[in-house]
């Protein structure tokens, strides 16, 4: 979605703010919605793409002015509610009041070290080849989807080369919707920096995202002339 | 503790906390959400208890600096390194969650690499731990794809006007990670010292390692 979220190329925030010896956490609830947002989602009830969604659905101007860990609870208060694993009664009161539903799993303690050591990877096999290959040009499509999606809006539109071809992964836009995993060939494509900002881009700067397939299309080469 | 007082207190408690060991309406709206999740049995507290630990204390760019470290003296892993990122970690240990598919960019005197997640916060996890806050935040997602040469100026970062900047948005699970220029000098250093050297930013791309200090 077209959410507060898709800051590539925005203007007015300011300068970036590096803080000397930051801590991992900046309160003691930071830690906790960290730790709520993880447990929760190895329950099984939504995935990662979903988590996204949920903190992208916030409207533009509270997403923007909300502290990431601020951004992370929202979200997941609004699933929990969606899912119907919390009344908003509970959740005001911190009480449960109505029987738990059931969960596909609950992670223990034990678990976390040997699940979060290894991972959750997302590569998924593809069926079919890919359709594009190093070299090719390609166009990243006009498109503007409601839901869920990991195409910028700053390379919708322009013209990139495929860069790397990394093989089949969940496709966020589907999974995000409890549309299933879906796998697409996922690429890296580069874009010159002039193909998105125009004449004022820096000299000699180039820009890459993961695009997935159907994202793209074919475009024309380079130069007839 | 004498009634009265606890009485007068009663009497602010509608308004804002005035005392520092009162909690933040955030602290009482996570702690209400965490009871709840608890209480209904969706959250093992031990598990909780665990993750935050682990990503406090255990995972950081200390882990980073030891894969830029070795790629530094062996050639070897170098390659294979930048040939696929995951399986040469996992040689050091290192690997996860947030790092299943690791990709390394590796700087060169042509081009300068640098990472962010316009979209959200995708980071590295295994190798440098959870984001700082400013990874996260707006100047920096909005503005590393359109001015970095900016940004990096806002780091004490000034490269060479021929030195070609490239910016890796991280819009998928793949997971990038800088392999800085190993500095100048640094050759009678081990392993170790060398590890030393790299600082988180270096591994972003928005700063460069450490110059060696004074030999002793």
Not at chain 1, 4 to 22: I, T
Not at chain 1, 166 to 195: C, K, M, S
Not at chain 2, 155 to 170: C, E, H, K, N, Y
């Amino acid at each position: 979605m077209n959410g507060g979220q898709d800051l590539g190329g925005m203007h007015g925030f300011g300068p970036v703010a590096p803080e000397a010896d930051e801590p991992r956490f900046h309160a003691a609830w930071e830690k906790r919605v960290f730790g709520l947002a993880m447990a929760m989602g190895l329950s099984g009830t939504w995935n990662l793409d979903a988590s996204r969604s949920a903190r992208e659905a916030l409207p533009p101007g509270e997403y923007l002015t909300s502290s990431y860990y601020a951004i992370w609870l929202k979200a997941l208060e609004s699933q929990v509610q969606a899912h119907g694993l919390v009344t908003p009664e509970e959740l005001a009161t911190g009480r449960g009041f109505v029987p738990a539903a059931p969960v596909k799993r609950v992670l223990r303690g034990e678990e976390v070290d040997p699940l979060f050591a290894r991972g959750f990877p997302s590569d998924r096999p593809v069926p079919d080849p890919a359709r594009f290959t190093v070299g090719d040009r390609v166009r990243a499509r006009i498109v503007n989807p409601v839901g869920h999606t990991r195409l910028p809006r700053y390379v919708r539109g322009r013209t990139g080369r495929i860069e790397a071809v990394h093989g089949g992964f969940v496709f966020p836009d589907t999974n995000a919707q409890f549309a299933g995993e879906a796998p697409q060939w996922l690429y890296t494509v580069r874009f010159a920096a002039r193909d998105l900002w125009g004449d004022q881009a820096e000299a000699g700067h180039a820009v890459s995202v993961n695009a997935f397939e159907s994202y793209l299309e074919p475009a024309e080469p380079e130069s007839a002339a | 503790m004498a009634h009265d007082h606890d009485h007068e207190d009663h009497d602010h408690d509608h308004h804002a906390p005035h005392h520092a060991s009162e909690l933040s309406p955030m602290e009482l709206r996570v702690r209400a959400l965490e009871s709840v999740l608890v209480e209904k049995g969706y959250v093992d507290p031990a598990a909780l208890d665990r993750l935050i630990e682990t990503y406090e204390t255990k995972v950081g760019p200390h882990n980073g600096a030891r894969v830029v470290a070795r790629a530094w003296v062996d050639a070897d892993f170098r390659a294979r390194l930048l040939a696929d990122a995951t399986p040469a970690m996992r040689e050091l240990g290192v690997g996860g969650r947030g790092g299943e598919h690791m990709v390394v960019v590796a700087n060169t005197q042509e081009e300068h690499n640098l990472v962010v997640c316009t979209l959200c916060s995708c980071y590295p996890w295994p190798v440098l731990g959870l984001p700082p806050v400013w990874y996260k935040s707006p100047p920096y997602r909005s503005r590393a794809v359109i001015e970095p040469r900016a940004v990096l100026a806002e780091f004490g970062v000034t490269l060479p006007a021929d030195q070609r900047i490239r910016v890796w948005d991280s819009t998928a699970e793949l997971r990038y990670m800088v392999l800085p220029m190993r500095p100048a000098g640094t050759e009678a250093l081990d392993e170790a010292a060398l590890a030393a050297l790299v600082t988180r930013d270096s591994m972003i791309g928005t700063g460069l390692p450490r110059a060696p200090g004074p030999s002793a």
